[in-house]
């Protein structure tokens, strides 16, 4: 049974940081490419994050280039997410999510692509 299990989400005010984790198990974690994406209330859930099987390919959305970073550590199945000068508008419910990937540095920000998601953590920014 494959699990995604998202924490380390919370308050926090403008400008401050937090790092998100993504802890997967069930699945050989280093044929998947993993996404990170989020849904505030009221809009559609967007693309935030996304990095490669290998973790040597990552990309960003726009709105948090420069300040947001994902990594990842195959032999703990864990991605990470630093999210770092936080905005009142990055406040939403974040998620990672899983796809097989055939190649080692394939990358996708399509939602539909990801086969596996976790339950999501909660990030609040206050301003």
């Known amino acids: 049974q494959v699990q995604l299990v998202e924490s380390g989400g919370g308050l926090v005010q403008a400008g401050g940081s937090l790092r998100l984790s993504c802890a997967a198990s069930?699945?050989?974690?280093?044929?998947?490419?993993v996404g990170w994406f989020r849904q505030a209330p009221g809009k559609e859930r967007e693309f935030v994050a996304t990095?490669?099987?290998?973790?040597?390919?990552?990309y960003y959305a726009d709105s948090v280039k420069g300040r947001f970073t994902t990594s990842r550590d195959n032999a703990k199945n864990t991605v990470y997410l630093q999210m770092n000068s936080l905005k009142p508008e990055d406040t939403a419910v974040y998620y990672c999510?899983?796809?097989?990937?055939?190649?080692?540095?394939?990358?996708?920000?399509?939602?539909?692509?990801?086969?596996?998601w976790g339950q999501g953590t909660q990030v609040t920014v206050s301003s």
């Open positions: 999510a899983a796809r097989v990937s055939a190649w080692p540095q394939s990358l996708t920000t399509r939602s539909g692509e990801y086969h596996y």
């Open positions: 069930g699945l050989t974690f280093s044929s998947y490419a």
């Open positions: 990095i490669s099987r290998s973790g040597g390919n990552t």
